[in-house]
T-cell receptor, first 113, second 114 residues
Framework: QKEVEQDPGPLSVPEGAIVSLNCTYSNSAFQYFMWYRQYSRKGPELLMYTYSSGNKEDGRFTAQVDKSSKYISLFIRDSQPSDSATYLCAMPNSGGSNYKLTFGKGTLLTVNP | KAGVTQTPRYLIKTRGQQVTLSCSPISGHRSVSWYQQTPGQGLQFLFEYFSETQRNKGNFPGRFSGRQFSNSRSEMNVSTLELGDSALYLC?????????????FGPGTRLTVT
């Protein structure tokens, strides 16, 4: 079983829709949960991260963690065409090393005008 | 603050050759990590350096190596290139201390092996 699983999509939504992106993980040692956005031909950009369980909101983006289910989500409200990108979840502390991120494979999102 | 820079951005090499990629971290960041990104495997951790020392290495053959200089700049080297080494190679830097999990990526070097 992979440490981090993410549905690759692709996911296509109309502009203004609420988008839900999800990952599951198996390693109980994970404490931080990161979301990266990667545009085509660019490096991943750190969007936001949460520590332990709960919600965190940043503008149109909300990250949610449910440690009991080992399930994390990223919600995008009022989605825009500029949100079209691949979204990757990542967790540090694989093997006790906070700088070693384990990534999901990414979900490709397209927001249609 | 300037972001992470990587050179070159694109590279085409032939099987059997070797290649060196360069990364300059964000000013003040002393930790530099390298990742390989392919469509099939996604992003995979290669290694991480801090204060010129490799602290951890991923599951890659010994053909993949790296180093870090006293100014925190880092290089990675791949010897005896194989077709399967074609990938986007990403460098990330992170602050020291408790925030080492915050990794900021450069644009990557796209390596094509023919």
């Amino acid at each position: 079983q992979k440490e981090v699983e993410q549905d690759p999509g692709p996911l296509s939504v109309p502009e203004g829709a609420i988008v839900s992106l999800n990952c599951t993980y198996s390693n109980s040692a994970f404490q931080y949960f990161m979301w990266y956005r990667q545009y085509s031909r660019k490096g991943p950009e750190l969007l936001m991260y949460t520590y332990s369980s709960g919600n965190k909101e940043d503008g149109r983006f909300t990250a949610q963690v449910d440690k009991s289910s080992k399930y994390i989500s990223l919600f995008i409200r009022d989605s825009q065409p500029s949100d079209s990108a691949t979204y990757l979840c990542a967790m540090p502390n694989s093997g006790g090393s906070n700088y070693k991120l384990t990534f999901g494979k990414g979900t490709l999102l397209t927001v249609n005008p | 603050k300037a972001g992470v820079t990587q050179t070159p951005r694109y590279l085409i090499k032939t099987r059997g050759q070797q290649v060196t990629l360069s990364c300059s971290p964000i000013s003040g960041h002393r930790s530099v990590s390298w990742y390989q990104q392919t469509p099939g495997q996604g992003l995979q951790f290669l290694f991480e350096y801090f204060s010129e020392t490799q602290r951890n290495k991923g599951n890659f053959p010994g053909r993949f190596s790296g180093r870090q200089f006293s100014n925190s700049r880092s290089e990675m080297n791949v010897s005896t290139l194989e077709l399967g080494d074609s990938a986007l190679y990403l460098c990330a830097s992170s602050p020291s201390g408790a925030r080492t999990y915050e990794q900021y990526f450069g644009p990557g070097t796209r390596l094509t092996v023919t």
